[in-house]
């Protein structure tokens, strides 16, 4: 079995502020991904990546970067926090499109 | 694009009563790999079934889905509603096993809510 651990758990920023979440992965997955989950809402893409140092755009990606610096991790980064995007922000993995994807426990964003 | 289209909103059911939750995809690929998640409050999205063959019944942890192409739909069923069945599910479609292809496409979610 293997595991996907994010951080932090709870993340507190303020208006504009630059704020990065992390993703680690130990399945030995290629493909990683970045989810944004509102409140009682569905998933929306904002980044993935099929391999280290590749990225490919979500349907929500403005407004936010991300960077695959090795095979387990996966970043994301909000580059100017809105109080609008106060979210749950989910990261998983698959082996590819057939297996389906394993998800982290999440990163709960508060924007003040 | 490809989109998938789920039961809208909430459905409230009694407990041991049959679910049913609708599941429909339009993409113009003819092998579509379609699942089905489960995500119970506080907890993160689980994959619960999936399926890319066609007219073939996909079974686990008490719940089933058939794909099926002709209609363009992955129902999932149930026939008997337990309390702890309660919880957000999302149908989702796969079009290739890897590469640019290998994101999910997600119905916006039924919430299910079953009382006793």
């Known amino acids: 079995g293997g595991i996907i651990t994010q951080t932090p758990k709870f993340l507190i920023g303020q208006e504009g502020q630059k704020l990065t979440l992390k993703c680690q992965q130990n399945?030995?997955?290629?493909?990683m991904y970045w989810y944004r989950q509102d409140s009682g809402k569905g998933l929306r893409l904002i980044y993935y990546s099929i391999t280290e140092n590749d990225l490919q755009k979500g349907d929500l990606s403005e407004g936010y970067d991300a960077s695959r610096e090795k095979k387990s991790s996966f970043s994301l980064t909000v580059t100017s926090a809105q109080k609008n995007e106060m979210a749950v922000f989910l990261c998983?993995?698959?082996?590819?499109?057939?297996?389906?994807?394993?998800f982290g426990p999440g990163t709960r964003l508060t924007v003040l | 694009g490809d989109s998938v289209t789920q039961t809208e909103g909430l459905v409230t059911l009694t407990e041991g009563l049959p679910v049913m939750l609708n599941c429909t995809y339009q993409t113009i690929y003819s092998n579509p790999f379609l699942f089905w998640y489960v995500q119970h409050l506080n907890e993160s999205p689980r994959l619960l079934l999936k399926s890319f063959t066609d007219n073939k019944r996909t079974e686990h942890q008490g719940f089933h889905a058939t794909l099926h192409k002709s209609s363009s739909s992955f129902h999932l069923q149930k026939s008997s509603a337990q309390l702890s069945d309660s919880a957000l599910y999302y149908c989702a479609l796969s079009l290739n096993s890897g590469g640019s292809n290998a994101k999910l496409t997600f119905g916006k979610g039924t919430k299910l809510s079953v009382k006793s």
């Open positions: 399945f030995n997955h290629d493909t």
């Open positions: 998983a993995s698959s082996i590819g499109g057939l297996w389906g994807q394993y």
